[in-house]
């Protein structure tokens, strides 16, 4: 019986293409694992998302306010806006703002430590969460002479 002879096997060409194709497919799956760690880092805590709303809030009072004074504690701040005295204070482990001296809307929780220092036009403001989070801003507000 004469004997068939079978070419089944790799050709170069089809060893070059799998090493092409894993090559590709690693380099993919490297940059997206340096993506998404680079997203994850980037990632803000949900402390440090609460405490940048807080911010917002308190300097867009400070702008627009005709007064800013420190009240009696160093984590203590009154701001006039035309009739109205919005007090910002530490109590306990949150921040709270009250209105003309009635209501206590929680803006801040858990605060370990604060201080809030006031200049001719700068307010600085540095708080201690109880995770051990820190946070030091500093706003600007137009003085009207």
């Given at each position: 019986?004469?004997?068939?002879?079978?070419?089944?096997?790799?050709?170069?060409?089809?060893?070059?293409?799998?090493?092409?194709?894993?090559?590709?497919?690693?380099?993919?799956?490297?940059?997206?694992?340096?993506?998404?760690?680079?997203?994850?880092?980037?990632?803000?805590?949900?402390?440090?998302?609460?405490?940048?709303?807080?911010?917002?809030?308190?300097?867009?009072?400070?702008?627009?306010?005709?007064?800013?004074s420190p009240h009696f504690?160093s984590c203590s701040l009154?701001?006039?806006?035309?009739?109205?005295?919005?007090?910002?204070?530490?109590?306990?482990?949150?921040?709270?703002?009250?209105?003309?001296?009635?209501?206590?809307?929680?803006?801040?929780?858990?605060?370990?430590?604060?201080?809030?220092?006031?200049?001719?036009?700068?307010?600085?403001?540095?708080?201690?969460?109880?995770?051990?989070?820190?946070?030091k801003r500093e706003t600007?507000?137009?003085?009207?002479?």
């Open positions: 019986m004469p004997r068939i002879k079978s070419e089944k096997g790799f050709t170069l060409a089809d060893q070059l293409l799998q090493i092409l194709v894993l090559g590709l497919t690693t380099t993919l799956l490297l940059v997206f694992s340096a993506v998404l760690a680079d997203y994850v880092k980037n990632t803000e805590s949900a402390e440090h998302q609460e405490f940048d709303q807080f911010w917002l809030e308190f300097t867009h009072l400070i702008h627009s306010s005709s007064h800013v504690s009154n701001i006039v806006q035309q009739t109205t005295v919005h007090r910002y204070e530490k109590v306990g482990t949150r921040i709270r703002k009250s209105k003309n001296g009635a209501g206590n809307e929680p803006m801040l929780l858990n605060v370990s430590s604060c201080t809030i220092k006031v200049d001719e036009n700068k307010v600085v403001l540095s708080v201690e969460l109880l995770s051990g989070e820190t946070f600007y507000r137009d003085v009207v002479f």
